[in-house]
């Protein structure tokens, strides 16, 4: 049993390999955000506000209500230049907020 969880790969690392195969570097950096959302965002705005896809530098957020989509345009900047100092290049051009099923 030991060894068969010594063989075992964490999924995050083999879609990191598979993405680095077709994606761009910065897309595949990209994914890096999932790991870093809940702890750069707070525990209030996770619990209300979930990356949900990227493209070209601009992340779509997944909102639970018009409210936060509201309050997080307040706390753009201040959120993309968090991320970008977690993934540790400026990655994240744009926030797009949208109402959305937070997962989770």
């Known amino acids: 049993m030991n060894k068969k969880k010594k063989d075992l ?13 077709y994606r761009p570097a910065q897309d595949t ?6 790991e870093v959302w809940d702890k750069v965002v707070g525990e209030s705005v996770c619990m209300n506000a979930k990356p949900c896809s990227f493209k070209n530098g601009e992340l779509i957020v997944n909102v639970s209500s018009s409210t936060w989509i509201y309050q997080l345009k307040f706390l753009e900047k ?4 968090k991320i970008n100092c977690q993934l540790g290049s400026p990655v994240i051009k ?3 907020f949208k109402i959305g099923k937070i997962l989770g």
């Open 9 to 21: 790969t964490h999924i995050a690392d083999v879609l990191n390999s598979a993405l680095a195969r």
């Open 29 to 34: 950096q990209m994914t890096r955000v999932w």
């Open 78 to 81: 201040e959120m993309i230049e």
């Open 94 to 96: 744009k926030l797009k």
